[in-house]
């Protein structure tokens, strides 16, 4: 045992069973007493004592010191004794000691005050911050004050003409006459907005046709920002020219969407560029929510506000936040295909679903079932959103057909959510009420848009088609169409059959498709052709 081990085994055996050789002497009352600090002056009195020149006594172990109470003072090493804690180096048995000077005393520690032990229970979960939340108001509040400087519109808000037909005050919120036709500029032009400069200067990329990648290609071209859009191969060359008009970069690539998007993350990857996709940033959401935000300012003393659902949902979310911030008694519905009902199911099951893995419609929604739901986004719905609801393809065809005829406004199906739900009879709750409706897009091809508007008049009994048997003698063709002009109905389209199977001997089968202009007019062409002909057989829709 070397002698430092030798020095630390003395001293812990003789602790506390030592006797001080020397008292501690006593202080008058012109004198301040310091239980942890020696004055100056006992100081110099020990200075010529071989003893430590901190204190007065021998340098032995002392008790430790307790706070706010005189207790026994640990110990310090005289400068004497240093040299017997020198540095040992085991070269050729020799011990190698260095030889150190003190130039002042060290400093006494004192013990920290001991915390007060916290009670596990229901104490220490009253005393825990509850998490923070993921969208704020004031995330939003921000969005909006960037937007109005960015030169965002603020869509209208008007009464609809559709008020009186279905017993409650409805206003439209036209978020479909921005300038891509979208609300989802709102949450684009916002999340660029965030990027930091060195990013911009590289440039973003999306991928797919849809509104949010029409809103990127628009809004990075004018802030100067390289964007490029992979599209499949299979998108329509209007789109594509819509796309090369906002200035961007199109790619064809790809038999599908999954493919085009992997295309576009692989670039991103070589190229330093951000890949853009819908997803539940708060930034996004925040830029979407502004729309709640402009609803209770444009509509007071408003019941409730319906808003479209389905796919990425962030918009339902965005919204739901904004208004049950500036008004909780406002009721916040959301409504989503039936096909493909994802927030629906996803409430159901307490659990965000990501897909449902059915078939759904993609030409005709497009981007409500092009994307996965958020756990942010669920979040937000399940705690904002007080009924969720599912409408038929039927009566989104419908709403489409009476926004055109009422409103003078041609709207996808996305955007024709809000009122097919109303038109469909799921909401009776809000009759006599003030009703927001938000009008979310309208990007629909011509071509699919007059299909839909065909659908739609078959659906609301205007367009009908009927089978009769004439005789195969000059002049009953003519008599059949000569009934039609008299009850004013517009023949679309006839189709004579001579050689027809189902006919009788001597007479021709006509197939007929007319179009009347109400219910009304169709039942009386009904009961007409019904008197006339008894071999009529109108076809089903």
């Not at 904004?322 to 295909?337: D, F, M, Q, T, Y």
Request: neutral net charge; glycine residues 6%.
């Amino acid at each position: 045992m070397n002698f430092a081990a030798q020095f630390f085994y003395a001293n812990f055996t003789n602790d506390g069973s030592a006797t001080p050789q020397e008292t501690r002497r006593s202080f008058n009352d012109s004198e301040e007493y310091d239980p942890f600090w020696q004055s100056s002056t006992e100081q110099r009195r020990s200075s010529t004592k071989p003893d430590c020149s901190f204190h007065s006594g021998p340098c032995h172990k002392d008790g430790h010191i307790g706070n706010g109470r005189v207790g026994r003072r640990s110990t310090l090493i005289c400068p004497e004794r240093l040299k017997d804690f020198g540095v040992e180096e085991y070269l050729n048995g020799d011990v190698k000691v260095f030889e150190t000077t003190v130039t002042e005393p060290a400093e006494v520690q004192l013990m920290s005050t001991p915390k007060p032990s916290v009670k596990k229970g229901s104490e220490s979960k009253s005393a825990s911050k509850p998490p923070p939340e993921y969208l704020r108001f004031e995330d939003i509040s921000a969005a909006a004050f960037k937007l109005q400087q960015s030169g965002i519109q603020k869509t209208p808000c008007t009464y609809s003409r559709l008020s009186k037909q279905y017993g409650m005050e409805i206003y439209l919120k036209k978020e479909h006459l921005h300038y891509t036709g979208s609300v989802k500029e709102r949450g684009v032009l916002y999340l660029l907005s965030a990027l930091k400069q060195e990013q911009q200067r590289k440039g973003v990329i999306v991928a797919t046709d849809c509104n949010f990648s029409m809103a990127v290609a628009y809004h990075a071209v004018e802030m100067r920002i390289p964007v490029f859009v992979i599209m499949p191969a299979y998108s329509s060359p209007p789109r594509l020219r819509m796309y090369r008009d906002y200035g961007a970069m199109v790619i064809s690539y790809g038999s599908t969407a999954r493919d085009s998007m992997n295309h576009a993350r692989h670039l991103a990857k070589e190229n330093g560029y951000l890949c853009l996709e819908e997803e539940d940033s708060a930034v996004y959401l925040a830029g979407l929510g502004t729309v709640g935000m402009e609803i209770c300012e444009q509509v007071p003393k408003l019941d409730a506000v319906i808003v479209p659902a389905g796919g990425h949902c962030g918009l339902l979310a965005g919204t739901a936040a904004a208004i049950k911030h500036l008004n909780p008694r406002i009721s916040v519905i959301g409504v989503e295909p039936e096909e493909f009902a994802l927030l629906l199911q996803s409430l159901k099951t307490d659990c965000p679903i990501k897909d449902l893995y059915c078939n759904p419609n993609k030409k005709l929604y497009r981007d409500l079932v092009n994307h996965s739901l958020g756990t942010h986004t669920f979040q937000l719905a399940k705690k904002m959103v007080d009924k969720v609801i599912s409408v038929r393809e039927a009566d989104a065809l419908m709403a489409m057909l009476r926004f055109q005829e009422y409103e003078r406004s041609t709207i996808d199906t996305e955007g024709a959510m809000g009122l097919a739900a109303i038109l469909a009879g799921q909401l009776p709750e809000l009759k006599g009420k003030r009703v927001a409706v938000v009008v979310s897009s309208a990007n629909m091809e011509l071509d699919l848009f007059l299909q839909c508007v065909e659908r739609a008049l078959v659906l609301d009994d205007r367009v009908s088609r009927f089978t009769v048997q004439l005789g195969d003698w000059p002049g009953d063709m003519a008599k059949l169409l000569d009934t039609l002009a008299r009850e004013d109905v517009r023949l679309l389209d006839v189709c004579h059959k001579r050689y027809s199977d189902k006919a009788e001997l001597f007479k021709t089968q006509v197939e007929c498709v007319v179009e009347t202009g109400d219910k009304s007019q169709n039942c009386q062409l009904r009961r007409t052709l019904s008197d006339r002909y008894p071999s009529l057989h109108w076809l089903d829709r």
